[in-house]
């Protein structure tokens, strides 16, 4: 009998058929869009930043494939399986409140610095290199960590369903990744996010619907009630009341929740991938991507966590379900075990899949990150500051292919000094916590002052480090290694020391000695003079015979992008709307902030309420809905929006099909089109 419920041939299935069959998928896209369409990926503006086009539909479902890691499946459902229902609470909640103020940077990015590539260009504009070079090893150091955690968890996975070789899923699953965004860029990126995550949602209400519905071992959230209870009568939780997994009232959950919120601070305000979303968006709707993305995104880990993270506490004792360790715990492996034991082979593949569309679409996201900070931070800058834009683009390609390397290598290193994704995940914040306040101060804030920033964060780093360390010794009679360090106590130390020293020195600093900065330098970072086609190379190499066919309408735009052209560009740019749009953000993102995180567990906390069967049959029903509300948001709505373009696509598909060459895109030879 093998060790593992699918063969090894499931696992390199899975990593190497669909990571291909989707690296040809978006080839062929990329193709289409450079036929039919005015945005090509040879130009590098197109590359990094999708031309800066896209509309919100679809860059909030890039937020939500891009911010849903292997973690927000595993870590959110091995909460669950800890802490019972308060886990998918802290864990959903506890990440979705940063991309929703993230709405205010995002805003802040279109008023003062709407042409850059990256964030590291403002802070290095604004603060000169002394700061691009502190505030780039927090990037970069947020890059490695998120993509170890989802290689490490996307491994992990893959090998315990399958046996298939962790070396080589470190390696394997960053490979179809990077063949894909090498092509095709941002927009690439953008596409792939969105055909993951319409994947994704089908395969998490695939799971909703088995465990609260048809499934004969739990079947409705009335059964998952009675066997929670009978649960929690073998196995009380410490700490939560009555020992329940059914209450909020979680004095574990809550520290992961404190844990969670400031790591997760840091993987947002830190990370270049949400900061090109905001870049490739278009401006007039970037605040409203982050909000959508932001809300649309809690239901993944808060419903799915509640179903299968339950469902692995619900099943122990069943024979199909396998015995957890606190390693596999901490791996993250309670969804997978749960999804096994309720539908076998097929459940196991089902969340292999997901796992894989999850892990490859967040790592595409860091791809094309890593690779725009190193082309326009490092090589740009330091190495050759008159790049051409072939030189760029090929920086740029390079860049995707060596850190994939890198991910499938950091990946190793953790899984050989035995960190699992549960530890990174709740260490993240010690290590990166204390640049959150001094970039977001950077971005926003005339005032912000820049050696009471640099100071705060390096300060905070080391503030976070020690309390962390010093925690661990004083807890375990100075016993200092991966399991002793990883206890919740030494981790909630490390994390409010690092953002807490950070924001305080660069909060204060920045009141005593205030900055007077007017924006202009980061104003003009990139500001282009303005070509009327973005397709002039490319249309050079047309034929004259084919030149004289070309019907297509002119603004044709994209699947992604629709028309958007300079004029309209300048518009959307407007200071007074962006500051209006800057407003709205703040007033809703801190609104959904205190609601999410204070009005709503707060009160159930310090009650000690342990929910009956019509109490968490409403919280289960809640879910539900909202995960139908994120599926029409990041799924139909993007088509929704793009429709024209499809439309225009399939027509300029249809007349090449009758007259070769008919229906290719042509740029408007009228000076009002940029496209
Ligand atoms: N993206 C997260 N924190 O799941």
């Known amino acids: 009998m093998p060790d593992t419920i699918l ?8 990593v190497v058929g669909i ?18 369409t005015a945005f090509s ?3 590098s503006e197109e590359f990094t930043s999708a031309s800066r086009s896209v509309k ?9 494939s891009a911010w849903t890691w292997a973690a927000t499946l595993l870590q959110s459902s091995a909460v669950a399986y800890k802490f019972g229902i308060s886990g998918p609470w802290w864990y959903g909640a506890g990440a979705t409140v940063q991309i929703l103020l993230f709405a205010m940077l995002a805003a802040k990015l279109k008023l003062n610095a709407p042409y850059a590539h990256t964030w590291l260009e403002i802070v290095g504009v604004r603060w000169g290199k002394t700061a691009h070079l502190v505030f780039m090893f927090f990037g970069l150091a947020t890059n490695i960590i998120v993509s170890s955690m989802l290689i490490l968890g996307g491994s992990a996975t893959v090998t315990d369903l399958t046996g298939m070789s962790t070396i080589a899923a470190c390696f394997l699953i960053p490979l179809g990744v990077a063949i894909y965004v090498v092509v095709g860029g941002m927009r690439s990126t953008l596409l792939c996010d969105y055909t993951h995550t319409t994947v994704l949602f089908a395969i998490i209400l695939t799971f909703i619907f088995t465990v609260y519905s048809t499934s004969d071992k739990i079947g409705s959230p009335a059964k998952m009630h009675e066997l929670l209870t009978n649960a929690s009568a073998v196995t009380p939780v410490p700490g939560n009341a009555q020992g329940s997994y059914i209450t909020m009232r979680s004095k574990n959950g809550l520290i992961f929740g404190v844990i969670n919120i400031i790591g997760n601070f840091a993987t947002v305000f830190q990370d270049q991938a949400y900061w090109q979303r905001a870049i490739a968006s278009r401006p007039a ?9 932001g809300l649309a995104w809690f239901a993944i880990p808060f419903t799915f966590a509640t179903t299968l993270g339950l469902a692995a506490v619900a099943l122990r004792g069943d024979p199909a379900m396998k015995v957890l360790s606190p390693a596999d715990v901490s791996a993250g492996l309670p969804a997978a075990a749960a999804a096994a034991a309720l539908l076998g082979k097929a459940g196991a593949a089902a969340i292999l899949v997901l796992l894989f569309l999850a892990v490859t679409s967040a790592c595409s996201a860091e791809l094309i990150a890593v690779s725009s900070l190193l082309t326009y931070d490092v090589y740009k800058t330091y190495i050759n500051p008159n790049a051409t834009e072939q030189q760029i683009l090929n920086v740029g390609h390079a860049a995707v292919a060596l850190y994939a390397v890198v991910c499938g290598l950091a990946g190793l290193i953790f899984f050989y000094i035995g960190v699992s994704m549960g530890w990174l995940y709740t260490f993240m914040g010690v290590i990166l916590g204390s640049g959150v306040a001094p970039i977001a101060l950077c971005i926003t804030w005339s005032k912000a002052n820049k050696w009471g920033c640099i100071g705060g964060a390096i300060a905070g780093f080391v503030a976070g480090i020690v309390a962390w360390l010093v925690t661990t010794s004083t807890l375990n009679n100075g016993v200092i290694n991966v399991v002793t360090s990883g206890g919740d106590y030494e981790m909630l130390a490390g994390n409010l020391a690092s953002i807490g020293v950070g924001a305080i020195v660069a909060t204060l600093s920045s009141i005593i000695w205030p900055d007077n900065y007017d924006w202009e330098s980061t104003r003009a970072i ?3 003079v303005r070509d009327t086609s973005r397709r002039t190379e490319e249309l050079k190499t047309d034929s004259d015979s084919e030149k004289k066919e070309h019907e297509v309408v002119t603004k044709a735009g994209s699947v992604a992008g629709d028309s958007f052209d300079a004029a309209e560009e300048e518009d959307e740019l407007d200071p007074v709307a962006l500051n209006k749009a800057f407003k709205f953000a703040s007033y809703s993102s801190v609104g959904l902030f205190i609601v999410l995180i204070i009005l709503v567990p707060l009160p159930l906390f310090f009650s000690h309420y342990v929910y009956t069967t019509s109490g968490l049959t409403g919280w289960v029903a809640v879910g539900i809905a909202w995960t139908f509300c994120s599926a029409i948001t ?25 007259a070769r060459g008919s229906g290719k895109y042509v740029a408007d030879p009228r000076p009002t089109s940029a496209a």
């Open 526 to 528: 990139n500001k282009p």
């Open 634 to 658: 990041v799924v139909l709505y993007p088509l929704y929006e793009s429709r024209h373009a499809l439309f225009l696509i399939s027509k300029g598909i249809f007349k090449d099909l009758f």
């Open 19 to 36: 990571g291909l069959f989707f690296s040809a998928f978006m080839i062929s896209l990329t193709a289409i869009q450079a036929r039919y």
């Open 41 to 43: 990926p040879k130009s």
């Open 7 to 14: 063969p090894q041939g499931a696992g390199y299935g899975v």
């Open 56 to 64: 919100p539909g679809l860059i909030a479902s890039g937020i939500v």
């Open 285 to 293: 709707s970037t605040v409203k991507a982050y909000l959508l993305g």
